[in-house]
């Protein structure tokens, strides 16, 4: 058991201990016995879950730098004010599970499939929002149970189980919603957004129902673009194109005026790249104009959007 560890349990005892010395409310000697009783089973479970993190705590340590949303200076920091407050002793219960949660997200036990990977870091994530903490960090913990509900779906969905992909993205708009209540921030809006867009792919023979989350995406990308906070500037491009996404998707190919409202975001995410883009560089984005691609303004903004994008790539990226 490491000093970490040992810590904890001490801090767990004392805390108990100071729990029975202050104890003068309860009336009966059985309230007391299952009061103790129930503090014992959350301490022992924590323990449990504590100590079984250490190895997934190292792997994340070790392979934290190619993690994807880690390649901007904005996201670095953020990272490093989390690993400062968890070395102060803030939040350190939520911030352990939250780390071991990242760990099994971005691939740590090889030896297991991605979707038993993706339930993992779910758990881990549901026991750090049991424990107490900041609007911070329940925003973040909340942000990253909606990543890993959004890709435990993708999982379900490539193999054709659309019923519990469905109920996926569900928890996943549900959990991004919260992480945006927690702490507003415009990530948590974009991430809701495309969750609403994979509902309606899966709503295709429902049109009414498509229509009305694809509405629903394209008012969060609006409320994105409207806050662009400081955090998230690298991102700015990434929701013009998510909502271009979502209107090439609801247009009408004959309607000039529904093709016009596509065009005008692609240019306005031409517009806001930077030199580190981020977010529109996974090539099956690009089917989502698929059915109007061919429209020569659309073909030409797109096509004009790779050679930006490639340019803007950082080396290796």
């Given amino acids: 058991m490491n000093i970490e560890i040992a810590v904890l349990v001490l801090t767990i005892l004392v805390t108990i201990v100071v729990v029975i010395l202050g104890y003068t409310t309860f009336r009966t000697q059985r309230e007391w016995d299952k009061f103790k009783e129930e503090i014992w089973k959350v301490a022992e479970r924590r323990l449990e879950n504590l100590e079984e993190s250490q190895r997934e705590i190292n792997y994340l340590k070790k392979h934290i730098e190619t993690d994807p949303l880690l390649l901007h200076p904005e996201d670095r920091k953020q990272l490093f004010d989390f690993a400062e407050g968890f070395i102060n002793g803030q939040d350190m219960l939520p911030?352990?599970?939250?780390?071991v949660g990242r760990a099994y997200e971005i691939g740590y036990g090889g030896n297991i499939s991605k979707e038993d990977r993706l339930e993992?870091?779910?758990?881990?994530?549901?026991?750090?929002l049991e424990?107490?903490?900041?609007?911070?960090?329940?925003?973040?913990i909340r942000q990253a149970m909606g990543t890993s509900e959004s890709g435990l779906g993708k999982e379900y969905s490539a193999k054709g189980d659309q019923s519990k992909a469905m109920k996926c993205y569900k928890k996943a708009v549900d959990a991004f919603y919260d992480a945006f209540k927690a702490k507003p921030n415009s990530q948590a809006l974009d991430s809701q957004g495309n969750a609403h867009i994979e509902l309606a792919k899966m709503a295709s023979d429902n049109q009414e129902e498509k229509a009305n989350q694809l509405n629903k995406a394209i008012r969060c990308f609006d409320d994105a673009i409207q806050m662009k906070d400081n955090l998230a500037r690298q991102w700015w491009a990434t929701y013009h194109f998510d909502k271009a996404r979502a209107l090439?998707?609801?247009a009408d190919k004959d309607n000039r005026e529904d093709l016009d409202e596509v065009v005008k975001e692609l240019e306005r995410t031409i517009n806001a790249i930077d030199k580190e883009p981020v977010?529109?560089?996974?090539?099956?984005l690009f089917q989502d104009f698929e059915d109007i691609k061919h429209e020569s303004e659309i073909k030409k903004k797109l096509d004009l959007l790779q050679e930006v994008k490639v340019k803007a790539m950082p080396k290796g990226g």
Avoid: D, H, W
């Fill in 95 to 99: 911030l352990k599970f939250y780390f």
């Fill in 120 to 128: 993992k870091s779910i758990l881990y994530y549901k026991n750090a």
């Fill in 131 to 140: 424990c107490e903490m900041s609007k911070a960090t329940e925003q973040r």
């Fill in 248 to 250: 090439a998707l609801r």
């Fill in 279 to 284: 977010g529109f560089n996974v090539p099956e």
